[in-house]
């Protein structure tokens, strides 16, 4: 800790110490990378499973958009397919915006656009305790097949019940499963 | 040996990161939602902390006065940085949950703090007790916070999946909000200032 | 309590801090007869729960705190009534003994009792409330003035207070007294008039009972008001505009109390900056 330290030392003192701090983080960047990609496949593969019941595997469908460095296309959406190849469905994720922030629905639909397999809520920034409830179970099962001219808020004649203190996240949810919907429908 | 025992309360009890130095307020309002986000803040702030004391220990006659905050960041960043990777792969429930304040821990002044006044001064041995006892005085409060919470914001403690307690109330929302932390935390603070004032009277 | 700045001779009025509680308390009896008479026995059921945790909180505290005993200046049934007054007519009793614990405990007495609190304990214990149980408080129908019979009996009240506008009449009768200020309630309720004709939004939504509730016993609060007159103006106005922004884009109902609290929090700040500079000081 002398005070005359030369410059070069103190430079040379502080690369050293960031070249080192460069090199542990790199160690840690390569595994924890590799387990990001496991813990995402494995959850939208969950939530795929879980929103069209009579799947037992998907497959992706690309759009022309590349959307990452490696190259990689971007999924509009996936076909839902039962034991002996046959599509049984679509299945989507889909970004809303709901009261606090952005709210990702995946959903599924049948193969004729006729009604709502099932959705979950993947990833969502609601008030705890109101528009947070769109994950519970009491809300999102509401969804299962129920017809597209149902998919509606009970006070807009249909079928889905809104959540006391929260319309806005409700709408949303609803919102984004029309859009992709109709968007869908273009595009298969 | 009965320094070692009182550097380590010390960090619990008159250093005590929250009500005894009033440091790192910031991620103790915003996470301690549950018990289990609490333990999640200060396990991830204990390693930081014990790591960042240990090295800046070690190396303290080589860092020049002159650089030494540049330093000691570069030190604890590192640290932060590991801890928000790790946990963003392998406890990703957890990584959501804490959000923000895991990467924040970098300008915690309780770190720096340590760094600053503790490790910079004295031996690895020390530094590390120090450090155990500034984060268990950290995870403490934590947990207390969070438990009060919780009970109270949403009728149950049920940390990892094990409810530890569950009452039959209607839950009061505005305990997991954010206005139920500033309300607990002052109501915690009223009372350790309140016993403390009552030390000063008796003489202690 | 209408305390004035100024320079002295000063001369000692016949009104004490006991005669304005209980006088306030007087003012709201008719409002609960009407809010007993419209909701039957719930009603009575959250008034006398209310007023009852009020006063046994109140004397709990002092007692473990040795203090000396406030409950005769009527202070914390007024804040027990008032609580109840702004609490839908359905609400379990445990909410109200909740909130009115809440208000005493924590909003009054933790901040040093009556003439220290920085925030209105009824405000701050209903938003406690709002936020903690929203579907609970959250009332089944919204009052909506539209014949002359409305603002004597109103079907659509919410909230206890909002049966009866009239029956807020006290309130009136208290300023005309002089017991309360009449500088914050009159620029209040100036300004919300001005600026919800400004704006053309139904006055039908605005004339309800929460809000002239609000104008006439919780803005007229003497500990949470500036305490010199051009800052007592400038509070009510403050109020009133706050009001109007909820009451515009949400409801006015719940604005008002919202829009109250806001004003509470810069009330300092008014004071700073309208104390009357002494004869021959520095100009700032």
Redesign the interface.
């Known amino acids: ?1 002398s ?1 005359d ?1 030369s410059v070069v ?2 430079i040379g ?2 690369v050293l ?2 070249v080192i ?1 460069a090199a ?2 790199s160690v ?2 390569g ?3 590799a ?2 990609k496991i ?1 995402y496949d494995l959850a939208q593969k969950e939530a795929l499973l879980e929103i069209v019941p009579e799947a037992v595997d998907f497959e992706e469908v690309y759009g022309d958009q590349v959307i990452n460095e490696e190259g990689d296309l971007e999924i509009l959406y996936y076909r839902a397919l039962d034991a002996s190849g046959n599509t049984v469905g679509y299945a989507f994720f889909r970004n809303q915006v709901g009261s606090q922030g952005m709210i990702q629905v995946a959903g599924g639909v049948d193969a004729k656009f006729t009604r709502i397999t099932g959705i979950t809520i993947m ?1 969502h920034s609601e ?4 528009g947070a409830l769109i994950v519970d179970p009491d809300f999102t099962s509401q969804f299962k097949d129920v017809g597209m001219e149902n998919l509606m808020l009970t006070s807009d004649g249909g079928k889905i019940d809104v959540i006391t203190g929260a319309t806005i996240s409700s709408q949303a949810v609803i919102d984004a499963l029309r859009g992709q919907v109709d968007d869908l429908k273009k595009q298969v | 040996m009965s320094k070692v025992v009182d550097e380590y309360i010390r960090g619990i009890t008159t250093d005590n990161p929250i009500f005894g130095l009033v440091l790192g307020l910031c991620p103790l309002l915003a996470v301690t ?1 549950s018990v289990e986000n609490g333990i999640g803040m200060a396990a991830g702030a204990a390693f930081v902390l014990i790591c960042s004391n240990v090295i800046i220990s070690a190396l303290r ?7 030494r905050l ?2 000691f960041i ?2 604890i ?2 640290f932060v ?2 801890v928000d ?2 946990m ?3 406890t ?1 429930d957890m990584y ?1 949950q804490l959000g923000v304040f895991i990467p924040l821990i970098v300008v915690n002044c309780i770190i720096i703090g340590r760094a600053e006044a503790y490790a910079n001064k004295n031996n690895v041995f020390y530094s590390l007790i120090d450090a155990l006892g500034s984060a268990t005085g950290f995870l403490l409060v934590l947990v207390l916070m969070g438990a009060i919470r919780e009970i109270l ?1 949403t009728g149950a403690i049920a940390p990892f999946g094990y409810t530890l307690i569950s009452i039959d109330i ?8 954010p ?1 139920g932390a500033f ?1 607990t935390i002052a ?1 915690l603070m ?1 009372i350790v200032n309140y016993r403390k004032a009552k030390k000063l009277v008796r003489g202690d | 309590m209408t305390l004035t700045i100024s320079a002295p001779p000063h001369r000692v009025m016949g009104v004490t801090v006991n005669k304005i509680m209980w006088g306030k308390v007087l003012a709201l009896v008719p409002v609960s007869l009407v809010a007993i008479y419209f909701f039957g026995l719930p009603a009575f059921g959250i008034l006398f729960a209310s007023v009852i945790t009020a006063v046994a909180t109140e004397a709990g505290i002092q007692k473990i705190f040795n203090q000396e005993s406030t409950i005769a200046d009527g202070h914390a049934v007024l804040i027990g009534l008032m609580l109840a007054l702004i609490l839908p007519y359905d609400v379990p009793i ?1 909410i109200v003994v ?1 909130g009115s614990f809440f208000a005493i405990a ?1 909003v009054k007495h ?1 901040y040093g009792g009556i003439g220290s609190y920085m925030f209105n304990p009824v405000l701050v214990s209903w938003v ?1 409330l709002n ?4 579907s ?1 408080m959250t009332t089944k129908s919204t009052p909506h003035i539209v014949a002359l019979t409305d603002l004597i009996l109103e079907n659509g009240a919410g909230f206890l207070v909002g049966v009866s506008p009239i029956a807020l009449i006290g309130g009136v009768v208290l300023i005309l007294m002089r017991y309360v200020e009449w500088r914050v309630p009159l620029s209040y309720f100036v300004t919300t008039l001005l600026l919800v004709f400004l704006l053309k939004d139904d006055l039908s939504y605005v004339i309800t009972g929460a809000y002239l509730f609000g104008v006439l016993f919780i803005a007229t609060d003497s500990v949470t008001m500036p305490i010199t007159k051009k800052g007592r103006i400038i509070y009510g106005i403050v109020c009133g505009v706050l009001t109007v922004l909820y009451g515009y884009y949400a409801s006015y109902v719940t604005g008002t109390f919202y829009a109250l609290m806001l004003a509470n929090c810069i009330v300092p700040y008014i004071e700073i900056k309208t104390l009357p500079k002494p004869f021959g000081g520095d100009a700032e």
């Open positions: 800790m005070k330290e030392i103190i003192k502080m110490i960031a701090a542990l983080l840690t960047y595994p924890t990378q387990q990001l813990n990833k008030t705890p305790g109101l | 939602t006659k080589q860092i020049p006065a002159a650089v540049p330093i570069i030190i960043a590192t940085t590991i990777m790790s963003e792969a392998f990703p959501t914001g209607n839950p009061a929302t505005f305990m997991i909000m206005p309300l109501i009223a | 445990w909740v924590i933790a406690f936020l903690s149980w929203t609970i």
